[in-house]
């Protein structure tokens, strides 16, 4: 039973920083995609960040890029989301989500809803 636990949002102020974890049980990260994916209040969910867990190679939103940074550590099952320089707009719940294919990243689908397995979502609010 493959389940993932996203844990680190909270409430911080614009300019901030959070870091946000996934924890994943029931499978080993050989050869996937592991994404951020994001929903603001009454938007669609959007990509973030993804990362292949075999080579590491990442891909990052435009909006994000340059302030947030994905990295895993294949040893304890987890994928990170360093987030800096927090503006009022990257608030929303913040998912992970696993794809058995570690070309996903690569593709123009990362993004969206193909993942094979999500978290809950951790809420990440950024106000002053």
């Known amino acids: 039973d493959v389940q993932l636990q996203a844990s680190g949002g909270g409430l911080v102020q614009p300019g901030g920083s959070l870091r946000l974890s996934c924890a994943a049980s029931?499978?080993?990260?050989?050869?996937?995609?592991i994404g951020w994916i994001r929903q603001a209040p009454g938007k669609e969910r959007e990509g973030v960040s993804c990362?292949?867990?075999?080579?590491?190679?990442?891909r990052y939103a435009d909006s994000v890029k340059g302030r947030f940074t994905i990295s895993t550590d294949n040893a304890k099952n987890t994928v990170y989301l360093q987030m800096n320089s927090l503006k009022p707009e990257d608030t929303g719940i913040y998912y992970c989500?696993?794809?058995?294919?570690?070309?996903?990243?690569?593709?123009?689908?990362?993004?969206?809803?193909?993942?094979?397995?999500w978290g809950r979502g951790t809420q990440v609010t950024v106000s002053s």
């Open positions: 990362i292949s867990s075999d080579d590491g190679s990442t």
């Open positions: 989500a696993v794809d058995f294919s570690s070309l996903l990243c690569q593709s123009a689908a990362w993004g969206s809803d193909v993942y094979d397995y």
């Open positions: 029931g499978l080993t990260f050989d050869e996937y995609a």
